[in-house]
């Protein structure tokens, strides 16, 4: 018995230890990168593929912001981009919102339009490209945020729909019941009652929209050119006949992680529950 | 307050026929309790008297107003949801208050009518809180409260005690029992508890099948059973149904178990049965007693019996024993009887008890 006791000690410290060592290696393995963007997007060009590696610059610049927002058009991409992005998710999340709640509410379709709607994410997007940019180019959508916007809903859509649907359906279907004996029409049902019990969901939805719109970079290269190019498009620019403009490269990708990561911080409480899809319930 | 019509109804959910053709008179004030085993149509009815179902076939009347097309909105309704269906997002106050801002009434008068409910309900304390910030029984008052705010026509509780624990659940009877005494709003409760059936309703209708077994007064449904069906439903322990035969011998008949001929008291009907029909004798456990005096009473047969089974319940006990070749069940008092193996003499109370015809299971 005695012999088992020092024997024991090491080991419980060794677990923390272990799981420290895990986590940390983790996190380095994530954050080195964007550690090394950003060291990037700071450092006096001469610096980029110095050896040994500059780990922090001497004298820190912002010279490759300003080139990359002003000389390269990043900050119009990152305003295209936003316009584009906002608009399409609200769009994908309130076509969404109804057309799962129709799917799971009144089986609209039978049984099979509701996959015939994932399905349509299965498609790859090489294959329509080209139809819709040669009748883009024909009704006057190319090149405008309005025809970028509907490329991305439609795109988003499937996506939305599904993850709602599969929320409406764990929802039971009383509260919605009581509501309408309660005095409400079956719309005032579905907006006062449904919808917000389905925040976390319709939210989470939206997130993901958004980040699939926000880092989408082949519809915005296809169809669009000078006036709504949004930002993934510009990063083309910094490979050129000048070389790689690394500095440029990372000033913008940083610009591009503020919003994706001011998202996830607002979003995070809904996200987790939304992802759980209906399991968790007030 | 309203009484609510009935007739010819019907419920086809594509190929299935849930409700086939119920004909039910509610009289104003009346507390009716639909009751059945599960996929009877019970629910499925009540639904369509609340407009969630629309109706395949026939009419519903609420007050002098064929309500089929009505909105669930428009037919100034309550119900009480078995899972409660609360709102999660709004608190007590807000949950009970909805319909009538659904409504548009103002908000000094939804406060002054929500708080009356609340007080009623004993939940007064509760308004702030949240629906999950509650516990089940206190989530069933909300409600309720959200059903009375209203003061409707008519009330419609679907289940509204069977998520609750044994103790709150007898406990959440006796106030809704209270509750309709006090408003005396005509309530259509449905369950699948035979003991709320009894405990609440001033009329059992009992379902089957999609169409109405018997209805009438609770004692009329639990004494003069129309059927094996109804007999077996309602009461606890279940009526037990001994096989015989029945015997008409001049005016006089009787049925007869194996051996044992127990004889019918005169007056009670046979209803044009034939002598040598195969029935079922139906005893509940309380018709049989332990008999006590030399004299057998009138209208009771004496009978042997040596208990094979004893299951006490404190006051009363439970004992099994073979009658016919079947296990017949008798309530006696808890010093009746010590032992199983016992012989001991009981009377059978023929004029309570029930015959039936084997082969329609329908009373005689």
């Known amino acids: ?282 | 307050m309203a009484k609510v019509r009935i007739s010819g109804l019907h419920k086809r959910y594509g190929g299935f026929h849930a409700v086939r053709g119920i004909d039910l008179d509610i009289p104003d004030g009346e507390f009716t309790v639909l009751v059945g085993p599960s996929g009877c149509g019970k629910s499925t009815l009540l639904r369509t008297i609340a407009g969630l179902e629309e109706i395949s076939e026939g009419t519903i009347e609420i007050g002098d107003e064929v309500v089929n097309d009505f909105r669930p909105r428009d037919r100034d309704v309550a119900m009480v949801f078995q899972d409660y269906a609360l709102y999660p997002h709004m608190n007590v106050a807000r949950n009970i208050g909805f319909g009538l801002k659904a409504r548009k009434m103002p908000q000094p008068e939804i406060d002054a009518r929500v708080n009356a409910a609340a007080q009623m309900l004993g939940i007064t304390k509760l308004l702030d809180r949240l629906p999950r910030q509650l516990s089940g029984g206190q989530r069933q008052r909300v409600a309720i409260g959200r059903a009375i705010v209203r003061n409707p026509r008519i009330f419609l509780f679907d289940e509204p005690l069977s998520n609750l624990d044994a103790q709150l659940r007898d406990e959440m009877r006796g106030e809704i029992k209270r509750l309709h005494q006090e408003i005396a709003t005509t309530m259509i409760y449905v369950t699948h508890d035979q003991i709320e059936a009894m405990t609440l309703a001033d009329r059992i209708v009992l379902m089957r099948d999609g169409v109405i077994e018997q209805q009438g007064a609770p004692l009329e449904l639990f004494e003069r059973p129309v059927s094996t069906f109804v007999a077996g439903f309602l009461g606890s322990p279940r009526m037990s149904f001994v096989p015989g035969t029945l015997v008409l011998d001049g005016g006089r008949a009787a049925v007869r178990l194996g051996d044992t001929v127990l004889p019918v008291p005169p007056g009670r009907e046979t209803r044009g049965a034939s002598d040598g029909k195969q029935v079922l004798l139906g005893l509940r456990p309380e018709h049989l007693s332990r008999a006590m005096q030399e004299a057998v009473p009138p209208g009771h047969f004496r009978y042997q019996a040596t208990i094979d089974l004893l299951q006490p319940t404190g006051s009363r006990s439970y004992a099994t024993f073979q009658l016919g070749g079947e296990p017949v069940v008798a309530e006696l008092h808890a010093h009746d009887v010590s032992r199983p193996g016992e012989r001991i003499d009981l009377d059978i109370n023929m004029t309570r008890a029930s015959i039936f015809d084997r082969e329609t299971q329908r009373a005689l």
């Open chain 1, 1 to 282: 018995m005695a012999a088992v006791r020092p024997a024991r000690r090491p080991r419980r410290s060794a677990v923390p230890l272990l799981r420290f060592l895990l986590l940390g290696f983790f996190l380095l393995f994530v954050l080195w990168p964007l550690y090394w963007m950003f060291n990037t997007s700071v450092k006096p060009s001469d610096d980029y593929l110095a050896m040994p590696p500059v780990w922090f610059p001497d004298a820190p610049t912002l010279v490759h912001y300003w080139a990359a927002m002003f000389t390269y058009r990043g900050l119009e991409g990152l305003i295209n981009s936003l316009i584009v992005s906002l608009s399409a998710t609200a769009l994908s999340a309130l076509l969404g919102t109804l057309m799962a709640y129709s799917l799971a509410r009144y089986n609209t379709g039978g049984q099979h339009l509701s996959f015939w709607v994932l399905s349509q994410r299965f498609l790859p997007p090489i294959g329509i490209i080209l139809p819709v940019f040669l009748i883009y180019r024909q009704i006057g959508l190319y090149d405008t945020h309005i025809g970028l916007i509907i490329a991305y809903t439609v795109f988003t859509l499937p996506v939305s729909v599904w993850m709602m649907f599969a929320y409406f359906r764990g929802m039971p279907r009383s509260m919605e019941e009581a509501a309408l004996v309660d005095g409400c029409t079956r719309w005032e049902a579905f907006w006062r009652v449904a919808v917000p019990l389905a925040a976390p969901g319709i939210v989470a939805a939206a997130v993901f929209a958004f980040i699939a719109c926000w880092t989408e970079f082949f519809f915005a290269l296809l169809l669009t050119s000078r006036t709504a190019f949004t930002l993934p498009t510009v990063f083309r620019a910094f490979v050129g006949f000048q070389g790689a403009q690394y500095g440029e490269a990372a000033a913008l990708a940083i610009v591009s992680l503020v919003p994706s990561i001011a998202l996830g911080i607002l979003a995070q409480k809904h996200l987790v529950r939304g992802l759980t899809l209906g399991a968790v319930r007030g």
